[in-house]
């Protein structure tokens, strides 16, 4: 057991900081929460700049263009970006987190060579276009259909929840390409362009008044056999890779960021008269050392990860379990320092206590989520 | 950075889990429920293996491990169920003749004294008619202030308390007076210290002591905590209701894994105090650890169904245990107040 960084690790460290003391000054200015053209150009510029630096991919494979560095950098990387303050993975999520690392573990080498790159350069975005209406938890059950016509896909159907699809220029899309095969065993993956004919996409408000997710209406898209990756009716498989990269280091930024804003929130408290409060004091108390223990096991993933060869285990999902329900908490706790502060919608921490109500459902409801840890870790039969 | 136990770690591990399973099955625990008289032999045999001079310095015949490896063997005595003063004995093994061995068992209190100069609580004694001698810390409970300063770095024996030095003290047992009263927990036997002797001196770094009893407890909550899930989850695959393994049922399930969690977060912070030794980790690991004991006890007890509330069943000696251990060197409250003030005093960094 040990946590200190190697030396190499360390000169990694000091080159980022500084290489980030000097760029981060020289970003555009944030662009408000609802300006989505302006916020995809802010994200993709933080991603070009990270490209040019060759820190773009740091931990995908050098021959998927990536910088292959250890897990362990991989962790400075996400800690020190943090640290600094610097812009988060923001519309480029889907792109680095899900569609790029299944392209790099399943798709051909002419499929690499199409789409990793203009991730890595933050030049296209994608989107991931799995739940449908009924098909949520349970989304094997999705019905979007693809037929085959020659050597393309005639798609219809529709998607729902589609983070970012106003601003992505592909959507990761499961489609059903075998409907009388068993409904694990008759879906494939699919890159599909989201400017094809026959793609309209309509956006939904979230309850945090913003519109950054979507219905997504497909009606007889084509797209050519070649852009789908993994075999056909394969796709199951394909996409548990992709599910298992989401719970992987996915939030290593926002736990740094969660215990940042722990000692804002105590200050606040200390300058309000709020800290007199013994029950708020020790709720604080008791937060702090939650995530410093979210931290911990983040490391412990990681480096049990790298001991099963880097693709992120079961651990992903007691860290989702604990963290999802951590930070809404956190934000709970922000809610009563401000007391009726707690009212104004424009405040940070309560645009963060709202947008924190995803966290248990996105991503694998923590519902589904215990089912994984109970039946996947602890062997427990499967049941009704 | 490599937070996983290192092969020699787990051999470790494997090795201390291993001898309790043979020396101390489910037959001696349940012997030990009705006479909780601690086996002197089994104490020598457990000094023969290292458990105490773990840390000490192999040129005095110890095995010169480190607070990761006391922690990983500290488990193992947690999840079974080991009574007696282990803490106590593993922290002065270097200090007082025969402890390392086993020939010898002593007890350690804490009499930490409240901001005012009175007695904080009561002054604990665990399995006192079995020690030969009662090590007892005393000196004014640190105050917020110099608990930041401690939190910050290392801290000094002079740092503690409003000006007053922390200090050790070393009694033969029989000279202390004391009032023994019913222990919930039927394994280890309690009495108040009524009247802390201040004989000889010991020199020892207090604050430390103090962080090192609170980690090596936390080690064995953490070990009980796992025990539980295993038992929760053999019960949940065996028994049968409705036609089918009650561990089918979504209800059992979440229950099961929300003790994984618990026990696997608390886990992390535990192992990570072990390797910093920081004051603030430290504090951290026994508040979460003392809260994954008990509450995975409780839910354990929960899936046992009516089994749960028997005395047969060994689910109410982890819950004991738990409880006792939670009260022992720091509890929630304690820490909660501590960590919050190192939240205003340094922010929220890592
Ligand atoms: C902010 C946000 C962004 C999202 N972005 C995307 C995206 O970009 N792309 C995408 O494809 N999807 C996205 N999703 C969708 C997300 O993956 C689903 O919402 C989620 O998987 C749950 O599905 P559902 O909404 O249909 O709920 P349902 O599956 O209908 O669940 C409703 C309730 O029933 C419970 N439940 C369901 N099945 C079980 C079971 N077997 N056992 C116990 N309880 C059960 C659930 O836990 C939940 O409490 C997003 C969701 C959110 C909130």
């Known amino acids: 057991m040990d946590l200190t960084y190697t030396p190499e690790e360390e000169d990694f460290r000091a080159r980022l900081r500084q290489w980030l003391g000097e760029v981060l000054p020289l970003l555009p200015a944030k662009p408000a929460a609802t300006d989505w053209p302006g916020r995809r150009a802010y994200d993709a510029a933080w991603q070009r700049m990270l490209y040019d630096a060759g820190y773009a991919g740091l931990h995908w494979p050098r021959d998927a263009g990536g910088q292959g560095v250890t897990p362990a950098q991989h962790l400075i990387f996400l800690e020190e970006t943090e640290l600094a303050g610097a812009p988060y993975v923001g519309a480029n999520f889907v792109g680095l987190l899900h569609a790029g690392p299944t392209i790099v573990a399943e798709g051909t080498p002419e499929q690499r060579a199409r789409w990793l790159p203009p991730i890595l350069r933050g030049d296209e975005i994608w989107c991931q276009g799995f739940s449908e209406p009924d098909a949520g938890s349970d989304l094997a059950a999705l019905r979007t259909r693809a037929v085959r016509d020659g050597d393309t896909y005639v798609i219809s ?79 199951w498989r394909v996409t548990n890779v992709t599910l298992a990269f989401e719970r992987g280091t996915a939030f290593v930024g926002e736990v740094v960021a969660c215990r940042r804003v722990l000692g804002a929130l105590a200050r606040t408290a200390r300058d309000n008269g709020r800290w007199d409060d013994a029950v708020l004091r020790r709720r604080l108390g ?77 991503a694998g409801t923590s519902q589904i989520q215990r089912n994984i840890v109970a039946e996947r870790i602890l062997g427990l039969p499967k049941g009704r | 950075m490599d937070f996983q136990p290192a092969d020699e770690q787990r051999a470790l591990r494997d090795g201390a889990r291993e001898l309790l399973a043979a020396r101390f099955g489910r037959d001696r625990l349940r012997a030990a429920v009705d006479d909780p008289t601690l086996d002197r032999a089994l104490w020598r045999e457990l000094g023969d293996a290292g458990f105490f ?26 999840r079974a169920l080991l009574p007696g003063p282990l803490v106590a004995c593993q922290l002065l093994a270097g200090l007082v003749d025969g402890v390392a061995t086993g020939e010898k068992i002593v007890g350690l209190c804490d009499a930490v004294t409240g901001p005012g100069g009175g007695a904080a609580g009561p002054v604990l004694w665990e399995h006192p008619a079995d020690c030969d001698e009662l090590i007892s810390v005393q000196g004014a409970e640190a105050s917020v202030e110099s608990v930041g300063g401690a939190l910050a770095g290392e801290a000094s024996v002079a740092e503690t308390g409003r000006g007053r030095v922390a200090m050790a003290y070393r009694s033969v047992a029989a000279r202390v007076s004391r009032a023994p009263f019913a222990s919930v927990d039927p394994l280890t036997p309690l009495a108040r210290v009524t009247d802390v002797p201040c004989t000889a001196p010991l020199a020892l770094d207090v604050p430390r002591l103090r962080r090192e009893a609170a980690l090596l407890t936390a080690a064995q909550q953490l070990g009980s905590a796992a025990r539980t899930v ?98 022992r060197w720091g509890t929630a409250c304690d820490a909660e107040e501590v960590l919050a003030a190192d939240l205003v005093a340094c922010g929220g960094g890592l």
Not at chain 1, 203 to 222: H, I, K, N, W
Not at chain 1, 300 to 326: D, E, I, M, T
């Open chain 2, 230 to 327: 295993d038992m929760a989850v053999a019960y949940a695959r065996e028994r049968a209701q409705f036609g089918a393994p009650i561990g089918s049922f979504q209800a059992i399930k979440h229950l099961c894994a929300q003790m994984l969690v618990r026990a696997e977060t608390a886990r992390c912070a535990v192992y990570a105090a072990s390797i910093t030794g920081c004051a603030r980790e430290v504090t951290g690991a026994k508040m979460l650890a003392d809260h994954a004991a008990v509450w995975n006890a409780r839910d354990c007890l929960q899936v046992h169904g009516g089994m749960g509330f028997t005395w047969e069943a060994d689910v109410h000696l982890h819950l004991k245990r738990a409880w006792l251990r939670a009260e």
């Open chain 2, 53 to 78: 001079a773990l840390r000490l310095p192999e040129a005095v015949g110890g095995v010169g491990l480190g607070l990761p490896e006391a922690v990983l063997v500290f488990e193992e005595t947690g």
């Open chain 1, 157 to 235: 159907g529709s998607k729902i929840w589609t983070s970012h699809a106003e601003i992505a220029d592909w959507c990761e899309l499961l489609v059903r390409t075998d409907p009388e095969a068993p409904k694990h065993r008759g879906i494939s993956w699919l890159a599909m362009p989201m400017d094809a004919p026959g793609v309209t996409v309509r956006p939904l408000r979230t309850l945090a008044g913003s519109a950054e997710f979507a219905e997504v209406f497909l009606d007889e898209v084509r797209v050519p056999a070649a852009d789908r990756v993994g075999a056909e009716n394969d796709g």
């Open chain 1, 286 to 362: 008791r937060l702090s050392a939650e995530f410093t223990a979210l931290w911990r096991l983040t490391q412990w993933n990681v480096s049990a990860s790298r001991s099963a060869g880097g693709a992120p285990g079961a651990g992903g999902s007691v860290f989702k379990l604990r963290y999802s329900h951590a930070r809404q908490e956190l934000y709970d706790a922000a809610a009563e320092v401000l007391g009726a502060g707690a009212l104004d919608a424009d405040h940070t921490w309560v645009a963060d206590r709202l947008s924190a109500l995803s966290y248990t459902i996105a």
